[in-house]
């Protein structure tokens, strides 16, 4: 098959073996790769309600037909598990190099299953083969030096690496997979899925002169990606890349009343452009893209100061910026970057980490929480120092940390009492940037997201809030949502970069072109809504319903203080209607299971009714 | 508030903090102890789909209004906790001594929240204070020696001790908590919560001279007591205690036809007398009891060879010989006592542990294991060394031992293929020592158990296979398994043990007197129902439905090949048809969900709508 590797890697950790397989067409046809490839296998190996951090759990690493093609946007991969952070599917995205580079070395899906005796890595060689090694002697490394040594001990400076810090190493709920050092699979704790799996890392080296993967039409893709390039990615549409990145959105957001202030206590910060890109470019050394993109969105940032000491990073991208920076009270950009690395360096999710140090600081506030249970730590807003210590309490499950690595739920159910005020999460997973009190469609699409309180699923907020829509009405958002969330749950099968505003249109003629296929814009987004419901299916059998989609109580029942969007909230009655309009929309019951029509439509029904684990007939 | 110790302790590990509170009459009333306590407790405490590992799960120790007593079988204790083997509700019960202790020295229940930083154990002194003490040096000691060095170490030769050996410091999800060496709160994996918590041990001297609570009406109390125990328990009707203890069972088990035999491959061992009270009757020492017990079912056993070396236990159990004898074809008693032994002393359950050795067993005859996947181990049928070996793996995890500790249905999962059919189990816990071919009403005593295949919920067989119904059909047996499940829900609150045949009228009498209430059966009735439609509630909050309510292929589809129950199997058809009885019976709707109106009639409805973590309103 053109337009993949056409082999997958099933490895045993447990018993220490690795099996090939290649992949049917007719799969992948149907799931494509990325986020469907993975929704189908976890939904045939897992049975329900494991623990998710037992050896049961597998780990996939998928990438697609696109990745590493040179398509903008494209050097994406994908980590597919089940969520010990949530107990829900969890996909998660990055970029960087080393997606392409798996693809390169041949392999367009690595399925990692059960738990190693003894902290190892895994290593692909030049020739594509797969060995488990010894990483003993990188217990407790952070992300950056682990990536550093595991160059050295392969002998390839340019060798790609997925791993993992202390975070992870500690099953650090909000610990991430990083990939080239600033690239994280961040959200649902796949970092913990890894630890708990005792793999440190997987290394890869690839020759890039010599992919393991064909191009079916190589002429045409070079000329449609050529038009591509220069028409859009050129274009004025794109000039946010170019110029600031996503750190564009801190104006937007302050400007449109979504940036989270201090653990959502309102949504504008007074001093927000010490954070956006003015004072970005400060410390902006140059521009970077991950491999072969031509959209360039990242920024290497280098600070140097007498606290911080010097620091280089690539980043910091605006849910950084607004979780690590804004919900906190910190308007230092210098401290947000010190922030950043060590946060990347440490394997944590800057969007959850920066909810939970927000929620403590607010706790500290309100006196629900002392500095006695903070190792002494006095958690008051903007303090940089304190986050960082924070941060390490979290990362080494260092006293009260062992409690703020769980979430921002469990910090809420363990001190008791009103706690449960300030945790601002859904599922589990903690807000990130956008305070859906000025854009009602994100409260719904926070709520409805498969992994927990996630802005990607539908960034429906670039229509509403940033766009023409009224943001505070409750009509006609379940649309916006389920549209995005079908369209983006197809772009992650390819897998498209997040920032490309691609159609269903422009996807297939590159899928087409990449495989030879003929699949059409409709078929495309179907399958978009296949999959998404094919994830609601695995939730489901979790046990998630209608009542795991919830808002927290801030959104609900504490009208907006200040700003733009003054006065309001999301009420529960507001709520309720989106989330009536959206399962109706989806073809799904009150309760939020897809009816057997919905499902025979999808053609679901089969695989809604096989489980892998199977209540007692074959 | 007679009867009660008046105290509860919360035990902060985290924070190293204790706070004591007094439950109100009215609480107790309703929740009276043990069971019902912890309960209401787990229901309000645990936020709906968290990791039973991590330090947000809470681990309770309660007794009950009569322990301590000297009634007949009241020396018991309960552990509840949300099971990381299930992920349902979980209490387990043990006797001996260590629940009397904790009465007497002044607590109803110790309520072990969040995780200490290194291992630790906590000491009750005999003033009653609670203090968190260094563990470390006990780090991986069995739970004999770790007794022995802790009864030392406190000055105190009587104290009495509940602890985890390895297995439970190393999450073995099969791990239980051990009290007076050979008894435990074994099933759903306690131990593993225990572990989890860097908590090895809880210690507890008391002087039962000065015992911290009171008997309301003494000589009342005295006087009843002597008329039970001279009418009842000395009566023909506690024989079989007196006689074998529950090794009886294996004799009625075998004639009934549903002896586990080789991983419930046949209801019948040849050799059945091997393991029987005959053989028992060679090795036993003396009879024992737990404190103050008339009862006395218990057998002390010695033996002595050059395989095993000279091992004394307390026991084996009949579900021991079972599990770890039949299921596993070893009908070698001397090997049972053996493994017995190593079994409690590494802090295992013993039917679960039993259950997935025979499952092994079974896997490497049929060829679906290999000795390479094994270390090395020839798992044939009855081979007690290689059981031997095996239960060491599992303890520490060792190779395939990672994948065997998580449990039978992780197993199956594991190897893929037709693994699952070799898995005997429901909701991932697994099978005891009845084959429900043989007798009905346990398939859907077992499919029902709020904690998984357990067979103490209702103990139906007792009416069925070895009584006077019909085992082989469906009809009436909802009901049977009903009236048990509410009758110990309430009989596990005061604490009454599993092998006293106590009814409401009895149970309410013992009560009354110990409190000074005037509890009616009937409210004893209406309170067992109630706390069983709580667990149920907790268990569907964590998303069970009816497709967890299942049974497993064997059961359903391979009738019974020899014995009594030949030819005999629980057809899906029949097994639908008795849970939608008890369904039915329950109030509960298809979905087994608790309906408003039952909910209503049981007083429930405030409490179902109460969320410890809310959605999203107060």
């Known amino acids: 098959m053109c337009g993949y590797a056409n082999r997958i890697a099933y490895i045993d950790l447990t018993r220490s073996k690795v099996r090939f397989r290649k992949l049917k067409e007719r799969f992948l046809r149907e799931y494509i790769g990325g986020r469907g490839l993975g929704a189908r296998y976890l939904y045939d190996l897992l049975p329900p309600k494991i623990d998710p951090l037992s050896p049961l759990n597998v780990l996939i690493y998928a990438v697609g037909p696109l990745t590493g093609t040179g398509a903008p946007g494209s050097a994406r991969g994908a980590v597919i598990?089940?969520?010990?952070?949530?107990?829900?599917?969890?996909?998660?995205?990055?970029?960087?190099?080393?997606?392409?580079?798996?693809?390169?070395?041949?392999?367009?899906?690595?399925?990692?299953?059960?738990?190693?005796?003894?902290?190892?890595?895994?290593?692909?060689?030049?020739?594509?083969?797969?060995?488990?090694?010894?990483?003993?002697?990188?217990?407790?490394?952070?992300?950056?030096?682990?990536?550093?040594?595991?160059?050295?001990?392969?002998?390839?400076?340019?060798?790609?690496?997925?791993?993992?810090?202390?975070?992870?190493e500690n099953l650090v709920k909000l610990s991430g997979i990083i990939v080239d050092k600033h690239h994280i699979h961040a959200r649902g704790g796949p970092g913990a899925v890894m630890g708990s799996k005792n793999l440190k890392a997987i290394v890869v080296s690839a020759d890039t002169r010599n992919p393991r993967f064909e191009i079916k039409d190589v002429d045409g893709f070079k000329e449609y990606n050529n038009w591509y390039v220069k028409e859009k990615i050129f274009s004025e549409e794109y000039s946010w890349a170019k110029n600031g990145g996503t750190p564009e959105i801190v104006e937007w957001s302050n400007e449109a009343g979504v940036?989270?202030?201090?653990?959502?206590?309102?949504?504008?910060?007074?001093?927000?452009?010490?954070?956006?890109?003015?004072?970005?470019?400060?410390?902006?050394?140059s521009k970077a893209a991950c491999y072969r993109c031509s959209v360039a969105c990242r920024n290497l940032t280098r600070i140097k100061d007498d606290k911080w000491g010097e620091i280089t990073i690539d980043g910091p991208e605006y849910e950084t910026i607004g979780m690590v920076g804004g919900a906190t009270g910190i308007t230092d950009f210098k401290a947000v970057v010190a922030l950043n690395s060590l946060i990347d360096d440490l394997g944590l999710d800057t969007i959850s980490t920066g909810n939970i140090i927000g929620m403590i600081m607010e706790l500290y506030e309100k006196r629900l929480i002392s500095k006695n249970d903070l190792n002494g730590i006095e958690a008051k807003w903007g303090d940089a120092e304190a986050a960082y210590e924070l941060i390490k309490m979290i990362a080494y499950r260092k006293g009260f940390g062992d409690i703020m690595a769980e979430g921002a739920r469990e910090v809420a159910v363990y001190i008791g009492g009103d706690a449960w005020k300030y945790a601002v999460e859904t599922k589990g997973l903690e807000y990130p940037a956008y305070d859906p009190r000025g854009s009602w469609s994100m409260a719904l699409a926070y709520a409805t997201a498969d992994r927990g309180a996630d802005h990607l699923r539908a960034w429906s907020i670039a229509e509403e809030a940033f766009g023409e829509l009224d943001p505070f009405t409750a009509e006609g958002k379940a649309e916006i949502v389920k549209r995005l969330q079908d369209l983006n749950s197809v772009k992650w099968c390819m897998i498209w970069c997040d920032f490309i505003a691609i159609n269903y249109e422009e996807m297939s003629r590159y899928l087409n072109l990449v495989t030879g296929w003929d699949t059409t814009p409709e078929e495309l987004a179907f399958k978009g809504e296949r999959i998404w419901n094919l994830i609601r299916l695995f939730n489901v059998r979790e046990g998630f319903r209608r009542e795991d989609d919830y808002i927290p109580y801030k959104i609900a029942y504490e009208p907006m203080p200040s700003g733009p969007a003054k006065g309001k909230r999301v009420s529960p009655e507001d709520f309720e209607k989106m989330l009536d309009d959206y399962y109706k929309l989806r073809g799904w019951n009150r309760e939020g299971i897809p009816t057997r029509k919905k499902l025979a439509q999808l053609r679901l029904g089969r695989v809604a009714k096989k489980y892998s684990y199977p209540r007692y007939h074959p």
């Open 81 to 168: 598990t089940k969520s010990p952070k949530t107990m829900t599917f969890d996909d998660s995205h990055a970029g960087g190099f080393f997606p392409s580079w798996l693809k390169i070395a041949g392999y367009d899906a690595l399925i990692i299953m059960g738990r190693a005796s003894k902290l190892s890595y895994i290593y692909i060689d030049f020739d594509g083969k797969i060995s488990i090694k010894d990483a003993t002697h990188l217990k407790g490394y952070g992300v950056f030096k682990t990536e550093e040594v595991l160059r050295e001990e392969v002998g390839d400076k340019q060798a790609k690496i997925a791993s993992i810090g202390p975070a992870g």
């Open 259 to 285: 940036f989270p202030t201090r653990n959502f206590q309102t949504g504008v910060t007074d001093n927000w452009s010490l954070l956006a890109v003015e004072t970005l470019k400060k410390y902006r050394t």
